[in-house]
Each structure stands twice: as structure tokens, then as C-alpha cells.
């Protein structure tokens, strides 16, 4: 097996994550849900894309797989399925200019071809229970809590918008923490029982 990571992937990585922490950083600081709606959508647009792509290094996936072991059920499936379906979404429909906009149907999603990576997703979990997190914000010393949920039903009759499956600012807060959890992984060896996030419940 050779050395990981190489020089390819060193290079690759130095430019992913310090763009990933810039943002972090930038998006951590609660002024900036005060934004202009079109910058902020860009801004955690850049944060699924950046994600996403990391998620090709291999060692991440082995994180992900100790994941489904030692954390609640849905963590990994989240920090990986759910994360590359919403930055799916918005590079394949790039015509919005908030997130509560973004809204998509069956046949817009299969307007070229079904059975596609977000016709997938939503077929496997549309009607799957929701599940309700808190994050513990170390800086202002208390828990910010969100859920993410699930269409009802996947049919030519839905209409399935992000913002009812994840709203916007605590739902941005969760995934960063999530991300940044499976991220630091490859900088910090972090164990998965180290995660920031905490299941509180699912119906």
C-alpha cells in the first residue's frame, strides 16, 4: 500500500482545507447570518463543494466507516449521503439565489436522465424518521439544536425545498461542525466518540 498521502494529495489537501477553514471561520461568526441572502448562499455553496471533494481521499472513507460503529445511528450517513446530496442540488440546479429558494421535483431531477445520484438519495430516504442534533458552541457556552428531516414522500407530486429538510443558519452550523469533525480526522487523528455533535433524538 503506498504512503498517504502522496504528493498529489498533499497538494490537493493544503488547498481544500484551508479554503474549508476559511470558511469555517468566516461562517462561525454570528454576524454573518446578517449577510446579504445571495452571499450567504454562496459562501455555504463553497463549504458542500470543498466538502464533497475531500471526501474522494481515502482515509476520510475509513473515518466515515468507523463512523456507523462508534456514533449514532445516521451520523455517517449524513456526514456523507445526505452532504453530497444537498451539494448535488446545487450544482446541478445553479439557478437560485438563496437557500429557501432551492426547491426540486421528481421530474426536474430526472429532466435528463433518472436514477441519478439525487434521484437515489431521496427514493432511499424519502418517508425515513427525522433526526434532531445539538451542538454544543464552545464560545457562547451553550447548545444549538436542529433536525433534519426527510421528504414525506418522493413522487411526481412533491415538492422537496432544502429549507425543510435543513434550515439554513442551524442547519449551516450543524454541517460545519460535522464537517470539520470528519476533516480534523486526517489533521488530528480524531477518534469518532471525539465528535462535537450529539444525537438527541429521532422519531
Do not use: C
Not at 424519502?126 to 457562547?140: E, L, M, N, Q, T
Not at 414525506?152 to 407530486?157: H, V
Amino acid at each position: 500500500m503506498p504512503q498517504r498521502p502522496t504528493a498529489e494529495e498533499i497538494q490537493f489537501l493544503n488547498h481544500a482545507y484551508n479554503f474549508f477553514y476559511d470558511l469555517y471561520d468566516e461562517m462561525k461568526v454570528e454576524d454573518f447570518w446578517n449577510k446579504d441572502h445571495y452571499y450567504r448562499f454562496s459562501r455555504v455553496r463553497d463549504a458542500f463543494l470543498v466538502y464533497s471533494e475531500v471526501l474522494e481521499y481515502e482515509p476520510v472513507g475509513w473515518f466515515l466507516e468507523a463512523l456507523k460503529k462508534h456514533r449514532p445511528p445516521m451520523e455517517a450517513e449524513l456526514s456523507k449521503e445526505f452532504f453530497q446530496f444537498v451539494r448535488n442540488v446545487l450544482i446541478h440546479f445553479p439557478f437560485f439565489k438563496s437557500w429557501d429558494e432551492v426547491k426540486v421535483t421528481k421530474g426536474l431531477i430526472n429532466w435528463s436522465k433518472p436514477g441519478r445520484t439525487i434521484d437515489k438519495f431521496l427514493t432511499r430516504y424519502a418517508g425515513h424518521s427525522f433526526v434532531k442534533y445539538r451542538i454544543w458552541i464552545p464560545k457562547d457556552k451553550k447548545f444549538e439544536y436542529v433536525t433534519i428531516s426527510f421528504p414525506a414522500a418522493y413522487d411526481e407530486k412533491a415538492e422537496i425545498y432544502l429549507k425543510d429538510m435543513m434550515p439554513e443558519r442551524e442547519g449551516m452550523i450543524f454541517s460545519l461542525t460535522l464537517m470539520k469533525t470528519v476533516l480534523d480526522s486526517q489533521v488530528e487523528k480524531t477518534f469518532p466518540t471525539d465528535q462535537a455533535t450529539s444525537k438527541e433524538s429521532a422519531s
